[in-house]
Structure formats: structure tokens, C-alpha cells
């Protein structure tokens, strides 16, 4: 028997360890489109009930938005459902060429490939650039998605401490020998909300000969004046060799992602990357739909405005009800409880106050680092930040961590 009852039982063991370790992942039903308000379902079978979503990427409130629904149905109805192909073979129409070319101009590259998502592009990127005579050096708290694509291509690997410039400047002093160095890092990172130096790091790529990749999926259509990401906050648009980013985060929230930039780079990831070349295309709704975003993005900036100041609101909010939030000033913003199973007990009281905001522990964050994760969005109005504030202080009030320092929550729960 390929299954025997041995091996079945060794699996279920685990399960059991991280579910009494108060760590297994359990997974809500929304009944509803994702939106501020939505309708849950948790646990599985107990009736709906109405909650405001505080954890969403939908930082833009795009995810539902009418225009971008009616754009969707014009290119299902105009380009079919699907292709059954991948690009190179038969799967690329004329509304696939047409966002690689808006999504240039939108980041101020010079070429664009779409992926299946920026966790494929990711996966692509790295070994259709590199070779075995290069090296990639990373942030230390990349998303896990570069840390796959790194770990699929050849090139030699290090790490700098996170946000360290001085790190990653010895890192570059040591590889000129190498033939290319790539330095790679989040825009903004995702489970702290804090934004990589860019300017200072392209003029040590500079200084070093280095390339520089971004991933700027939680930045891309929010972050900077006009909303085209951490390169146009610190001001190097033009500068980043190759971006990677997701438009299933502000962008409308769907599927798919791209790597952008130097012209030859892209043609590289057409040639070479793995999941463009062995993977579907991304479908025609989902392109039409991403195309009417960036047009509403290009229109005007009050989404993005919007978000700021929804975002300043919450941040002020929580820290004078006395949380301990993780400093920066995008919308991820990090409530920290440190221990696990609080996260998750955090979570669930949260939820019967009518706010869905979800725990993250290790390994999504290392060991000791749990939090609760909230994220703004455009979609908020002011009462539902109230409304969440109060809930967040009820619940803090609850679990005894209000005005408390770091060492007092983890003397009470444990790292
Ligand atoms: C969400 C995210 C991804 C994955 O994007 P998908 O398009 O959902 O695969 C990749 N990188 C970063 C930094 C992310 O935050």
C-alpha cells in the first residue's frame, strides 16, 4: 500500500502538535466580495456573520470596485474565458501586450513581462539573468517567494542584515570578483511595513557595480506621490534594474504579477524563466480588469491619499490606546504580541468584537516576532476605524497588554 496506516499516522501527528501548539493555520469562509465589510463564515457551519476586514492587500479598495468588475466582464466577453496556452505557444492576445506596455509606463521602466504571479515571477527571474559565476545578495527578511526564486538559480547566495547598508557594502566590497552582483530586496517589507533605503542603495550599487532588483508588491499603485511605488517615494524611478511586483494586491486584487525593467532583462525572463514559459497565461478578465485599474490610478491620486490618511489615523489611534505597533508609515501596520497562541487567541476575540484581523507567527515571522498583522485600505471609512479601535482596546484591555512593555507581555505569555 502506498498509504500505509503508519505514514497516515505520522502526518496526523504533526497536525495534532500544531494545532495544541495553538499554530495551525484555520481557514475563514467570506461569504461576501472583499471589501471593508464583509460576511464570514467561522468556524465552518456556524451562521454568517458580519465583520470589518482589517487584514486585507486590497489597500486601494479596488477589489470590488464597479468600473473594474465591468472592464473584467468586457474582457470575458470580448476575449473568452481562457487561452489553454501558454504565451509563447498561443496564449497571448493583444490586452497581454497592452498592460506590459501600460505597466512600463506606470513604473517608468523600460519593458514589462506579466507572470502568473509575483511569486512565479520570482521563481523566473533570478535564473534567467544569472549564472553560476554571479551572486545574489539578499535583505535578510525578503518575502518567501525570492527566497524560492533564489534558491532555483545557480548564482552563488549571501544575505545583509536587514536594512543594514553598511552590511550589504561590505557584501559588495567582498564579490568584485564575481561577474554581475544583484542586490534584491522588498520595497516594503511585508510583515513589518518598513520601507528598504532605495535611494542610499542605488548609489552603493552604483559605487559597487551591482544591479538592483524590488520587490515592490506591497508598495506598487499606493506607496510615493503618485502611487508608482518605493522607487518614486525616495526618488530613483528610472534607477532600479528589474522590479517585481503582484497585481493581486492594490491592483485589483485578482492573480498574476511581472517582473519590469531593463529592456534585455525582460527579454531574458521571455527566453529563459520557467513559469512564463511553462505556465498558463494569465486569463483575459483578469487583464482587462488590471488595464482599468491602472487607468483609474493614472486619473487621479485619491485612493492613494485617501489610504494615507486612513493609515495615520489608525497608527495614532492604536498607540495612544497603548499597543506596541511597529514603527514606519505605510498600511501594513504590525500590533505586536510576540507569543503565538496570544496571536491567535488575540485573533479569535477580535473576531466575536466583529473585526477580522489575523495572527501571524513563525515561520511566517520568525520565532518570538507574533503578531497581529492590520492593513489599511481605501475602502475604510473613519467609522470603521473607530469601531475597530474600540474593539482593539476592548480586547487589549482583556488580555492584560495595554501600556505594557515588550518584556512585560513576553514575561506574561511566554516568547
Ligand atoms: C504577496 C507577495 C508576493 C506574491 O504575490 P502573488 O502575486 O500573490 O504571487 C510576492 N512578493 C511579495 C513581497 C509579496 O508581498
Redesign the pocket.
Known amino acids: 500500500m502506498a498509504y500505509p496506516a503508519e505514514v497516515r499516522k505520522l502526518y496526523q501527528d504533526q497536525i495534532k502538535v500544531m494545532r495544541e501548539a495553538g499554530i495551525l493555520k484555520e481557514e475563514r469562509f467570506i461569504c461576501s466580495p472583499q471589501a471593508a465589510d464583509i460576511e464570514v463564515e467561522f468556524p465552518a457551519g456556524s451562521p454568517l456573520k458580519k465583520v470589518i476586514n482589517m487584514c486585507a492587500?486590497n489597500y486601494l479598495g479596488l477589489s470590488s470596485h464597479p468600473e473594474v468588475i465591468k472592464a473584467a466582464h468586457e474582457g470575458l466577453d470580448r476575449r473568452g474565458f481562457g487561452l489553454s496556452s501558454v504565451r509563447f505557444i498561443c496564449g497571448t492576445q493583444d490586452l497581454h501586450r497592452q498592460l506590459e506596455e501600460k505597466m512600463s509606463e506606470f513604473l517608468g521602466t523600460e519593458d514589462t513581462i506579466l507572470?502568473?504571479?509575483?511569486?512565479?515571477?520570482?521563481a523566473g527571474v533570478f535564473e534567467a539573468i544569472l549564472t553560476k559565476e554571479d551572486v545574489i545578495i539578499s535583505d535578510r527578511l525578503?518575502?518567501?517567494?525570492?527566497i524560492d526564486g533564489i534558491r532555483l538559480c545557480s548564482a552563488m547566495n549571501d544575505s545583509y542584515k536587514h536594512s543594514d547598508l553598511e552590511h550589504l557594502e561590505q557584501k559588495l566590497q567582498m564579490y568584485q570578483d564575481k561577474r554581475l552582483r544583484l542586490v534584491v530586496t522588498?520595497?516594503?517589507?511585508?510583515m513589518d511595513g518598513d520601507a528598504a533605503k532605495l535611494d542610499k542603495m542605488v548609489e552603493l550599487c552604483d559605487k559597487y557595480n551591482a544591479m538592483l532588483l524590488v520587490?515592490?508588491?506591497?508598495a506598487t499603485g499606493f506607496i510615493g506621490k503618485t502611487g508608482r511605488g518605493t522607487h518614486e517615494k525616495f526618488g530613483v524611478m528610472g534607477k532600479i534594474d528589474v522590479i517585481?511586483?503582484?497585481?493581486?494586491?492594490a491592483l485589483g486584487g485578482a492573480?498574476?504579477?511581472c517582473v519590469s525593467g531593463r529592456k534585455e532583462l525582460v527579454e531574458m525572463c521571455r527566453q529563459k524563466a520557467r513559469p512564463y514559459l511553462f505556465s498558463n497565461t494569465v486569463a483575459p478578465m483578469i487583464i482587462a480588469g488590471v488595464l482599468k485599474v491602472l487607468d483609474i490610478l493614472s486619473a487621479t491620486t485619491e485612493r492613494r491619499d485617501k489610504l494615507e490618511k486612513n493609515t495615520n489615523y489608525w497608527r495614532k489611534g492604536l498607540t495612544e490606546a497603548g499597543f506596541i505597533v511597529k514603527e514606519g508609515d505605510t498600511p501594513i501596520v504590525p500590533v505586536m504580541l510576540y507569543n503565538a497562541k496570544l496571536a491567535q487567541d488575540f485573533s479569535v476575540a477580535l473576531y466575536e468584537e466583529g473585526i477580522y484581523a489575523i495572527g501571524f507567527f513563525f515561520p511566517v515571522v520568525p520565532q518570538g516576532q507574533a503578531r497581529i498583522r492590520t492593513q489599511l485600505s481605501a475602502a475604510h471609512e473613519i467609522h470603521h476605524l473607530d469601531k475597530a479601535l474600540k474593539a482593539f482596546t476592548k480586547v487589549g484591555k482583556k488580555f492584560d497588554i495595554l501600556h505594557k512593555t515588550k518584556q512585560e507581555i513576553i514575561d506574561k505569555y511566554g516568547m
Open positions: 492587500n507572470f502568473p504571479s509575483c511569486m512565479d515571477a520570482n525578503v518575502h518567501a517567494s525570492l522588498d520595497g516594503v517589507f511585508s520587490d515592490d508588491s506591497h517585481t511586483t503582484t497585481f493581486g494586491k492573480t498574476g504579477g
